[in-house]
Structure formats: structure tokens, C-alpha cells
């Protein structure tokens, strides 16, 4: 089991993140069961990024962590702020997205103005992206971190930005954290009017996967890595999630026709 063995800083966003260092000479940043939003955030972020990995999408590796009573002990910082009261991080098995390369040496980003960010080199894979985000009606808006390849594969001759998939939290559910499915409204960023999309063609690569790769027997093989404390030991609605995922497989591609044909107009170049 990976352990974490120092508290680095903590992150922006509702879930009070924490980069932290492991026992693996990586660094991830970890998310607590009693982190303000909800439990359940944990089985999505496990499940949602285990399953965009299996669609081929740009994810980071993601690991179950575990935090000592000693180390919250001995690192005040590790403590959630709420509105009028600051409780200690719980000890036990937390989420941790593995941070690509060395925080020293790379900084990330959330955003990139537009002129860079149609210089990603995987900005393509956005489309993928959005195939995952109707299938798993995540609720959030998608969210990535863009870095730049140099520092991180440490190869001087390539210049572009990469980027990879993060906070898969609310993938899944709805704002209460419970594994219930809505209708998927915030998920189409303002950026995809230049990702370059032409035609449904644009994300036939996912949508074949989804449909041949993600059967019912890996979704429940899945399922079982996760630790069941972060479902409350509820194993019927971690099934029940399972299952519904499986079933709204052949909606997607009538959900991507539906944003494409929103007043929005995501799409410029799909004729
Ligand atoms: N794997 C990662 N590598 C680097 N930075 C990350 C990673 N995961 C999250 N972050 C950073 O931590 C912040 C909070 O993480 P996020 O998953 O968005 O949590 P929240 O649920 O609080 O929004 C992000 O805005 C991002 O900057
Ligand atoms: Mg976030």
C-alpha cells in the first residue's frame, strides 16, 4: 500500500486537496474521506479516471493513499477549514492523482489562454473527454491540468504543452455525492469551438471503445478496487451505479448530437 510520508501544500477547490509525497518517490495530490464535499467523491474519482484510462484518454495515474494518525498528528496543515469550526484530515484510505513530474521543477496550469491552448498537443483528445463526460454525466466542468512536456520527460526538443484529465469528483452523481445519474448540463466547456472537431467522426475513436472495451465484467472488476469505506460499505449502490453506467453506453452518441445542436453552437466546423 502506498504511503504518504510528507504534506507538501494545499490545493485550491471545494474538496481541500493536499500535494503530498509518497512511498513511491511520487507526488499526489490527495483527497480525504471527510473532505467538505463528500465521501462518495472518492469512488468517483477512482472509478471515473480508471474508466477515461480505459477509454485511452489522458489521465494520470491514481493510487489509493494512506495517511497515517501520525503525520496528520505532527502536520497541523492537514486539517479541513469549514465555515466556522477546522477538523483534522481522517486517517486511513484516501484518493491520491499522481502530480506528472516534480512539483519543484514543474508548475502547472488550470487554464491556457486560447492562442496556447490550440498549440496542446493532444487538444483533440477533448472530444474524447466529452464522450466520458456525457457517458458519466459529470456535473463539473471539465477540468484538466496543461504542462509542458520539456520538464516532465525532460526531452529539450519538443516545445508543446500537454495536457490530462483531473477531478473526475463529480462524475457520477449530482452536487449531494450520492451515485445517482441526472441530466448532464454543465459539462461543455467554452472551449470547444477549437478542438477541431468536424463530424461525429471526431469522436468515433471513444465511442467505438466504449461501446467494444467496457463491458460489464471490467466495470465490476473495477468496482472492487475500490475501498468500501469510501462508499459507506453500500455495495448494492456502488453496483447499481455500475450497472447504470453500463446501460447508458448507447446513449452517448445521441447526447454528443444533442450538445452539437444546442444554441450555443459548439461546434463551428461541424456542417
Ligand atoms: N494530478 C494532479 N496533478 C497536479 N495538480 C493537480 C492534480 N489533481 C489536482 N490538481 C490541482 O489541484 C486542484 C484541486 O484539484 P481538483 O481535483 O480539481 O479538486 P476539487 O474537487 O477540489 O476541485 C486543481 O485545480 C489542480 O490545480
Ligand atoms: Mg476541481
Request: glycine share 6%; aromatic share 2%.
Given at each position: 500500500m502506498l504511503q504518504a510520508l510528507e504534506q507538501i501544500r494545499r490545493m485550491r477547490g471545494g474538496a481541500q486537496s493536499h500535494l503530498m509525497r509518497c512511498s513511491d518517490g511520487y507526488y499526489y495530490v490527495v483527497k480525504f474521506?471527510?473532505?467538505?464535499?463528500?465521501?462518495?467523491i472518492l469512488v468517483n474519482e477512482m472509478l471515473g479516471t480508471k474508466l477515461a484510462a480505459r477509454l485511452g484518454l489522458p489521465t494520470v495515474p491514481v493510487a489509493i493513499v494512506e495517511v497515517s494518525e501520525e503525520l496528520i498528528r505532527l502536520t497541523p496543515e492537514l486539517a479541513m477549514e469549514l465555515p466556522r469550526t477546522r477538523i483534522a484530515c481522517q486517517p486511513g484510505l484516501q484518493f491520491g492523482a499522481r502530480y506528472p513530474g516534480d512539483p519543484r521543477q514543474v508548475t502547472l496550469h488550470d487554464f491556457l489562454p486560447d492562442e496556447q491552448l490550440r498549440e496542446?498537443?493532444?487538444?483533440?483528445?477533448f472530444a474524447g473527454m466529452l464522450v466520458f463526460d456525457k457517458w458519466t454525466c459529470n456535473t463539473n466542468g471539465r477540468q484538466t491540468v496543461f504542462f509542458d512536456e520539456r520538464k516532465v520527460e525532460?526531452?529539450?526538443?519538443t516545445v508543446r504543452y500537454k495536457t490530462r484529465m483531473i477531478d473526475q469528483g463529480f462524475a457520477s452523481t449530482p452536487g449531494n455525492g450520492i451515485f445517482r445519474m441526472r441530466r448532464?448540463?454543465?459539462?461543455?466547456?467554452?472551449?470547444?469551438?477549437?478542438?477541431?472537431?468536424?463530424?461525429?467522426e471526431s469522436f468515433a475513436p471513444w465511442l467505438e471503445l466504449l461501446e467494444k472495451r467496457l463491458s460489464e465484467r471490467m466495470l465490476d472488476e473495477i468496482g472492487r478496487e475500490i475501498p468500501p469505506a469510501w462508499y459507506e460499505d453500500d455495495y448494492d449502490a456502488l453496483v447499481r451505479l455500475l450497472e447504470q453506467l453500463h446501460r447508458r453506453r448507447p446513449r452517448v452518441p445521441d447526447l454528443i448530437l444533442e450538445a452539437k445542436k444546442s444554441s450555443r453552437q459548439p461546434f463551428p466546423n461541424w456542417m
Open positions: 474521506q471527510n473532505n467538505p464535499q463528500h465521501r462518495r496542446v498537443e493532444n487538444l483533440h483528445e525532460r526531452d529539450e526538443a448532464c448540463a454543465a459539462c461543455m466547456p467554452a472551449t470547444a469551438s477549437i478542438w477541431g472537431v468536424t463530424g461525429m
